[in-house]
């Protein structure tokens, strides 16, 4: 299969980036932060989670974020929800979209939310449906499909199951995500051969962490496959917090570098974006770790010579 | 094209991977490196350049690091060389295999070596023609052919009428360098198309620096092109001496860890490497730049909590 002309890039860094920081980036910090996103040509931004703060302390003021930023006309604003509580907040506070969310792995589910793979559908669907009845459209986004932390391999026939039943509930499209980054492009080229066969491909998209350095090349592979959506997170932002730096989401900009190369549009202006990443490194007192942020350092240094 | 079963890794660290350091890291430290790497299966390691001091400070040991590093059986040790001068302090070195190297672009060769494609062929021809009277194979680096940071794009025609030339001169292997890791996939899909049909794949290697992260989506180009050979420093070493840590070569441990998920075969034992890493980034007195180190790091730190 051919490559395609154009690609959707979802940032993701707001929240996934976000979600594992240590130190509390001050509200306004993430609002500039998302306003200067919004500049940068990107349609797409999950802002925050709207999750219970008592796990995700870093996003505790998911309600002020979403009612404080800029909309830019033409941005869909979307915000995780795990429930029907985390929904509610979300509708309050007006965003675009939610995104539902779900692990292929019993055991990273158990450990993650507490509940099994199918005490977590039923929650889902409620969520879904309700959210839909609002006039939202909802994400889903189905976690550890490439491999978990806890049992290793996953078995795509899993993945696919809890795939159908998302989409059945009306989600309209489901991120499949490489939690740990552990999907090689052969494991990822097999099985979107499989997943792709039987689902279309305009309803899943791809959700890769470097956490190897394979989130490119898995990338190929996914277009390839025909699935022209992707997450990022800017600079790399994100991923484990015992790894610093090693495993966090693939960089948004060395992402949409990558495609630009190749001819494949994405409306996402590069220069624009490395701004924002220098707004939000210097936010939060580390450098990002993106190739394309290392470039862009390393041609100011050399201006300055 | 099927990925193949079997890949053959050159590791370049001690040479590409040293030559630009700015501190003189001291020979005995070279010599225990490459001794290290020598345990950790690689079957190829090119340990250094006999240039001319002036040029590369940083290698002006080559004759001691050359003739004091413990040669294991089944190990090639490979040196460049860049011409009869150089050639003749390899041979006396006793090296196993030379290799010689130019750039496809003109305006780099002129900068690096002051001399243009034309003015090098003959030099390299006489070179090559010594080197292979005295029983020693060798081997070709091509250097800027998927791009040039004087010239932008390099001619395909160009890389392919150099190639041609090194191979009637009697090199066995070209590697294909993109000493600014610019090469996009479809770039290096389109130019490998073209090349391999009229040069025959077991001729070629390729040598990708990961400047923008695209050296692995790369090399999964090369492997669907045919090509069974490949470059890497360790922890991703070299690069360009103003972008500290982001220009490297492709992190050989990051290229035999996707191989090895792949199910590709390439006889080098991952921790093994890591401990070799372990060694030159504490002689280096830095730590190095790989997925895998980092993953490998963060691994020893967890179990120390």
Redesign the interface.
Known sequence: MA?PDQVLIKEVGPRDGLQNEKTFLPTEKKVEWIDHLSESGLSYIEITSFVNPKWIPALADCYEVATQIRRKPGVTYAALVPNMKGLEKALKADVDEVAVFMSASSTHSRKNINKTIDETLPVLEETVREARSAGKKVRGYLSTVFGCPYEGEVSPEEVLRITDRLLEMGVYEVSLGDTIGAG????VESSLEEWCSRVAPEHLALHFH?????A??N???GLKAGIHTYDGALGGLGG?P??????GNV?TD?LV??LH???IRTGVDLSSLAEAGEFIESALGNPLD???M??FR?SK??DHC
Do not use: F
């Open positions: 490559y090689n492009p052969l494991q470097n956490t190897r350095g394979m490119l090349a990338t190929l592979v484990c015992y790894a610093k730096g090693a495993s960089a060395d570098h990558m190369e190749m001819g993106s190739h394309h290392e470039v390393a240094e050399k």
